[in-house]
């Protein structure tokens, strides 16, 4: 057997720091955990000293319901905090605080799109918990920095719902997304905002019973999810071919080698001597915030994306790269109504396109772009109505990206307008033509190339600025009229 006779199953935990001012349980600020001073943004609460008492973050919940609710989730009118205990050094207390049996939501799901149309992947539960501290390890000892300990932390978690690594990227993807237009997330992946671990399973394709599952930990990036998750694939495939059986375990991702490796037996849930968390009360949300809440969301990536397609007729591919974030899909819809005679679909391309190819180069989020969306709207607009040409319209952006201003201001001063008037351009093309009788008279003999050559010469005395449809007609014409009048040599 091979493994393609193998089918995956993969389930999704991410964990998402939500961007708070203060922490969950106390009143420390939340800082950058990768620029600011180690063991500065800490109290006797979230260090855990004996005697203080920890009190729930109302913004936080907030920011949960948020997402709770994006996801279409069933929100809990009581949740209740539970004590997870275990022992390490990056948690102080002993014990962190989580939701477990009654979590703050159940039972949504996320609309995902690999190329073959939208899907759903269910969310199996959405809960609070706390961040831990980081450790630091050296050579014959560690360092800890408590600034994170205590961050608010959202748990989200798939059901098994996934069949390939491109279903689970799109899901992460989708996921980050959302959590970047409801403002609760920076989605900067690479500062640990975001972290994944994923379950993952095979079983002979066609079976409706799961496999056994191991669980990788500690993914912090979509290149460590997507090649761990494959690598998993794979193993779990040998081993099933070579009549063995996957040992459910805990495994941990090697980089550098491209491995995972077993970090320990599977923990089972009686590990952690779960139980509701005395300092706290039951964590009720009445019916009218969760309706507050969801009355004040956003339009959420997936139904701006079907308004795009719908609206203004761009493609899936388009459509779903102009609404990934929020900021560009604003930055579209702002250039399409200071314009509003362009057409949506170049506005889309030269945004897709020439925007995003100087916003790559200068490795620049669209919140910095010089380029407002009024100036690319004007400037899509005198594109199309033939004011300057395509090409003098790329510069012209080049030009705003660096420096900023008005498309008007810049043709104006490069001398960049198109030349479109049909008698200068006449003029041109006779002079032309009676500055080369002999390839006219190649033409006339049945050279027909030679009338590109002759298109070439008379764009170079346009100096590159007249309109090529035009010059190409006024051309045609002229040369038509010779083929009937030949010129008397
Ligand atoms: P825990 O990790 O705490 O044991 P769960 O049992 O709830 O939690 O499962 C966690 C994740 O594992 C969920 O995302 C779920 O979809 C996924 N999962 C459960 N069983 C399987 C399986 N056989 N194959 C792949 N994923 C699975
Ligand atoms: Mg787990
Ligand atoms: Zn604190």
Redesign the pocket.
């Known amino acids: 057997m091979t493994a393609s006779t193998y089918e995956a199953?993969?389930?999704?935990?991410v964990h998402a720091e939500l961007l708070t001012r203060s922490k969950m349980f106390c009143g420390c600020p939340v800082v950058d955990s990768t620029q600011a001073e180690p063991n500065t943004a800490v109290c006797e609460i979230c260090t855990g000293m004996p005697g203080t008492l920890p009190v729930i973050n109302q913004r936080a919940v907030e920011y949960a319901l948020r997402v709770a609710l994006a996801l279409r989730c069933q929100v809990a009118e009581t949740s209740v905090f539970a004590r997870k205990n275990y022992f390490y050094p990056d948690l102080p207390k002993g014990y962190q605080i989580s939701q477990y049996e009654l979590p703050l939501a159940q039972q949504g799901w996320l609309s995902i799109d690999v190329g073959s149309g939208e899907q759903r992947v269910r969310v199996?539960?959405v809960h609070l918990e706390e961040d831990t501290g980081k450790l630091f390890h050296r050579e014959g000892y560690s360092l800890v920095d408590y600034n994170r300990s205590g961050v608010p932390l959202l748990e989200i978690?798939?059901?098994?719902?996934m069949h390939s690594v491109e279903e689970v990227k799109a899901y992460a993807t989708a996921l980050r997304s959302l959590l970047r237009y409801l403002e609760v997330n920076s989605g900067d992946m690479e500062k640990g905002v975001i972290r994944f671990?994923a379950?993952?399973?095979v079983r002979p394709s066609g079976s409706e019973t799961?496999?056994?599952?191991t669980?990788i930990k500690n993914l912090n990036s979509f290149r460590a999810l997507v090649r761990s998750i494959a690598f998993e694939i794979e193993r779990q495939s040998r081993l099933l071919d070579a009549g063995k059986t996957v040992v459910q375990e805990t495994l941990g991702w090697d980089e550098v080698r491209g491995v995972t490796l077993s970090q320990r037996s599977?923990e089972?849930?009686h590990d952690y001597r779960y139980f509701p968390e005395p300092d706290l009360p039951p964590l009720h949300v009445s019916a009218e915030w969760a309706e507050r809440v969801r009355a004040e969301l956003p339009e959420l990536p997936d139904a701006r994306r079907a308004r795009f397609r719908e609206r203004y007729r761009l493609t899936p591919y388009v459509a779903s790269i102009l609404t990934a974030e929020r900021a560009i899909a604003d930055f579209y819809e702002d250039a399409l109504a200071a314009a509003p005679q362009v057409s949506p679909e170049k506005t889309a391309n030269w945004i897709s396109g020439e925007l995003f190819a100087l916003l790559n180069q200068a490795a620049l989020d669209i919140d910095a772009c010089r380029v407002t969306p009024r100036a690319l709207g004007e400037l899509v607009s005198m594109v199309e109505s033939g004011e300057i040409s395509a090409a003098s319209g790329k510069a012209v952006l080049a030009e705003i990206f660096q420096a900023g201003g008005r498309p008007q201001d810049v043709v104006r001063a490069r001398g960049l307008a198109q030349l479109n008037d049909p008698q200068e351009i006449e003029r041109l093309v006779e002079r032309v033509l009676q500055e080369n009788p002999q390839q006219v008279q190649q033409y006339l003999d049945g050279k027909e190339t030679v009338s590109q050559w002759l298109f070439g010469q008379v764009m170079r005395a346009a100096r590159g600025r007249a309109n090529p449809r035009v010059i190409r007609e006024v051309l045609e014409r002229a040369l038509r009229s010779m083929e009937e009048n030949p010129p008397t040599a």
């Open positions: 199953v993969i389930g999704l935990e199996r539960r978690v798939s059901e098994p719902d671990e379950n993952v399973s799961l496999g056994t599952r669980e599977k089972e849930a």
